[in-house]
């Protein structure tokens, strides 16, 4: 008996891909261009000294003002209740870095504050601790 003999896959054609500028949205699964970082994060203007870590709460303190960029617009409407730096990234899609840079900047232009998490203490009061136990125990 001979072994049955593999055959060669040929992937099927595909339409060709529309010329760059065609003004037509890509497809699922393509992704457009990015926006080069420096665009986003503008001129260097300054030293920027933001103790900004991925725990850090943002809250918006104005409306966004006319001449805001689209991504400190979109900042500062997610930020209408505490968010962290990391779900700020998260949601615009954007890294770490490029978050403080836009975050430092409206931070000195006073758009929006930021505090440090509320820190829940390590080990919980024992006398809670001893309700919940009673409370279980007479179930």
């Known amino acids: 008996m001979t072994p049955p003999q593999r055959q060669r896959r040929v992937p099927k054609e595909q339409p060709p891909s ?5 003004g037509k949205p890509p497809g699922p699964g393509k992704q457009k261009n990015p926006e080069r970082l420096f665009v986003v994060a503008g001129p260097d203007g300054g ?3 933001g103790d900004l870590d ?3 709460l943002i809250v918006a303190r104005a409306d966004p003002p006319p001449s805001a960029t689209p991504e400190q617009t979109a900042l500062l409407r997610l930020c209408s209740t505490p968010l962290s730096v990391a779900e700020l990234s998260a949601y615009l899609n ?12 409206m931070l000195t232009a006073g758009l929006v504050t ?7 203490q390590s080990v919980a009061d024992r006398s809670i601790l001893e309700a919940v136990m009673h409370g279980l125990q007479r179930l």
């Open 47 to 49: 030293e920027r000294d």
């Open 94 to 105: 954007l890294p770490f870095s490029m978050m403080t840079v836009l975050l430092t900047d």
């Open 18 to 22: 529309p010329p760059p500028g065609s």
């Open 114 to 120: 930021a505090r440090n998490p509320i820190v829940r």
């Open 54 to 56: 991925l725990v850090t």
